[in-house]
């Protein structure tokens, strides 16, 4: 038993009254003769034993009325020790996509978050946290419609990273009682369990999910070139249970252009295609009716008008190979002598290639300096003999490259930085049964720059990054069979596509994304990317014949947005969830360190209310005064 007020009991020294009194009456007994003397000794005998139980029962009933009183002003209760400690709560509460799956009445999160309203008491202060926004100490009736309105959060938190944020949410103290609360559906990719990191805290989990839950997802669009005159679109899709087919919607500006069946495999995965016009402008949208998670039922693209890249060539040497590799559909390509050279085309370029120079006159590395600083990129193959000066003076200011000197020894092209953003999604694995191009000479390049391709010395014959590409050899038939490798057209093609980087058939969210506009702003303009009546202003960098635009915070919701230049629409540029939460697979929670696991938040508050709950016992003993106070009445009554 624990006392609130313990110093009242130094007021049960008051019991020491009633004894004194007891122990030193002043009160005396008067003998009166009578003349039956045996009779007389009989009634006092009687007397005397009567009147000493009756003065032990009022000592006996003082005492435990004062006892009362005095305990009960003290404030006596009992309750665990953990009762009386100060308590923090914290609640994680998951509202990614795979806790949007339908539930019996709404979703598994809506019907968290109904919960958890109703079971947390209303004067209760805690901090809550989501996986893309902050509550923190706040109350019930403050965060209730903002909680029941929470959208789903692209983003997922790993259990490591809900350590760390509620860590910062709760305070230094360590007299405090941490009470950390993870509501989820504890998906597998929320990683494997964490170290201890919040040893101090009292960690909860809450296990939701959707029972038996059945989803069809639309994993990736991509399109192939089928002819001249058409395009394949091909769509992948998954699903997590049996199924053999579901029907699959192309909507083009929410209008039906085809429909088909996605036949699944014994994997789960189905593959479909659709033939489109190539010189159609396409609002697509791919649908597949499905009773799982929503987000993943839908996916946007665009097909616009594709802008081409201009590509200029300047060296007298050979450049048929650069007909092939820049074709006219998506090409304008110029090739034209140092010689000849307008320099006022240069700014109008996305990509310059330096086509074996002797030399490399001043105005024109003063212009190639100023042209990959603002504008684009440039590539350097040098010749059998050129001007190491002039060449050392372009590339110097480029990560410390310098050409050495030439090396005549013949080496093969063999390791290849399959990393490199060059060769992005060209190989599907690393090869290493390749037909190797080789070079009769080389020269030396001293830089700090990361190489793209190297020779197998581990020389390097490609170096780049940025806006500047340099090789260290000749890459003419006399010297190299670099142009019968299949590998100079990816190197080539990408080098160029780099160069503008133009909008794919969609974004993924929450990616860094960068896109160029090639169009020439005037001063203090900028885009705006636009949806319906909700518009965002992106990072962007203007240049002489581009604006560069960057995605990474925004936006924040998926579909087709527009890119306008005041009311003039530019292009369109689609965006979709990654569909990562579609990999419905699930961590057991009892293999994850924690204080409990929970099915349910209610029971979960009531037992940490249980656990906090305080028995005051003061009404029982002012009851227990208060009968004692009525015994005394009856025995000074009636004994």
Same mark, same amino acid.
């Given at each position: ?7 009242? +009991? ?43 139980? @009756? ?80 509550? @923190? ?41 941490? &009470? ?11 990683? $494997? ?82 033939? +489109? ?24 693209? %665009?097909?616009?008008?594709? $802008? ?39 700014? %109008? ?42 060449? &050392? ?14 090396? @005549? ?98 974004? &993924? ?10 169009? @020439? ?23 002489? &014949? ?25 292009? %369109? ?41 305080? %028995? ?24």
């Amino acid at each position: 038993m624990q006392f609130k007020y313990p110093e009242l +009991l130094w007021g049960l020294l008051l019991l020491l009254i009633p004894i004194f009194i007891h122990l030193f009456q002043l009160r005396r007994f008067k003998k009166t003769p009578f003349t039956n003397v045996k009779f007389l000794k009989k009634v006092i005998s009687e007397s005397r034993r009567s009147s000493t139980l @009756k003065k032990w029962l009022l000592l006996f009933s003082r005492l435990i009325i004062i006892a009362g009183l005095v305990i009960a002003f003290a404030q006596p209760f009992f309750a665990k020790n953990t009762a009386l400690q100060t308590k923090e709560t914290v609640i994680y509460l998951d509202n990614s996509f795979s806790m949007h799956a339908k539930s019996e009445n709404s979703t598994v999160f809506q019907d968290a978050a109904q919960q958890l309203l109703q079971a947390i008491p209303d004067d209760q202060l805690f901090s809550l946290f989501t996986n893309d926004q902050v509550f @923190k100490n706040t109350s019930v009736k403050n965060i209730q419609n903002d909680l029941l309105t929470l959208p789903a959060a692209a983003e997922q938190l790993s259990l490591t990273e809900i350590q760390l944020k509620a860590n910062t949410l709760f305070s230094t103290s360590d007299d405090i009682q941490k &009470n950390l609360i993870v509501i989820s559906d504890f998906q597998l990719r929320m990683g $494997e369990n964490p170290s201890d990191l919040l040893s101090s805290t009292t960690t909860h989990f809450v296990h939701q999910a959707a029972q038996n839950l059945k989803n069809v997802a639309i994993d990736s669009v991509y399109s192939t070139p089928s002819n001249t005159e058409n395009i394949e679109l091909t769509a992948l899709l998954s699903t997590n249970y049996d199924v053999e087919s579901v029907p699959v919607s192309l909507m083009n500006n929410d209008i039906l252009i085809a429909k088909t069946s996605a036949i699944f495999d014994e994997n789960r995965k189905a593959k479909i295609q659709f033939t +489109l016009p190539k010189t159609e402008k396409i609002i697509g949208t791919i649908e597949v009716l499905d009773a799982g998670l929503p987000y993943d039922n839908r996916l946007y693209f %665009n097909i616009d008008e594709k $802008e081409k890249i201009n590509v200029l060539v300047i060296g007298d040497a050979h450049s048929e190979f650069l007909n092939r590799i820049y074709t006219p559909d998506e090409f304008n390509l110029k090739i034209t002598s140092s010689k000849n050279l307008n320099y006022s085309i240069l700014t %109008n370029q996305n990509l310059i290639i330096l086509n074996e120079l002797e030399t490399i006159s001043n105005a024109l590395i003063t212009s190639l300096k100023s042209f990959a600083e603002t504008t684009g990129n440039v590539v350097v193959i040098p010749g059998q003999e050129i001007n190491l000066q002039s060449y &050392n003076k372009f590339v110097s200011s480029f990560y410390g490259t310098s050409f050495m000197g030439l090396s @005549k020894l013949e080496l093969a092209i063999s390791i290849i930085n399959f990393e490199h953003p060059i060769y992005h999604n060209v190989f599907k694995q690393n090869i290493t049964n390749f037909q190797y191009p080789k070079v009769s000479n080389y020269y030396t390049l001293s830089s700090r720059a990361s190489s793209v391709l190297s020779f197998q010395n581990k020389e390097p014959f490609l170096i780049g990054s940025d806006n500047i590409y340099v090789f260290s050899a000749p890459i003419s038939l006399e010297n190299s069979t670099f142009k019968n490798s299949p590998l100079i057209v990816p190197t080539f093609y990408n080098l160029a596509i780099q160069s503008l980087k133009l909008p794919k058939l969609y974004q &993924n969210i929450g990616q860094n994304i960068a896109i160029d506009i090639p169009i @020439k702003l005037p001063k203090d303009h900028i885009l705006k990317v636009v949806k319906d009546k909700q518009e965002f202003i992106p990072q962007q960098k203007s240049f002489a &014949n581009k604006v560069s635009l960057s995605f990474l915070e925004s936006p924040k919701y998926d579909g087709i947005f527009q890119i306008k230049n005041n009311q003039e629409i530019l292009q %369109n540029i689609s965006f979709n969830f990654s569909r990562e939460e579609s990999d419905l697979r699930f961590l057991d929670v009892n293999n994850i360190s924690s204080n409990s696991v929970n099915k349910s938040i209610t029971s979960l508050f009531q037992d940490l209310q249980n656990n906090n709950a305080i %028995n005051d016992l003061c009404k029982w003993f002012v009851i227990l005064a208060g009968v004692f106070m009525l015994i005394e009445v009856l025995i000074q009554k009636y004994l």
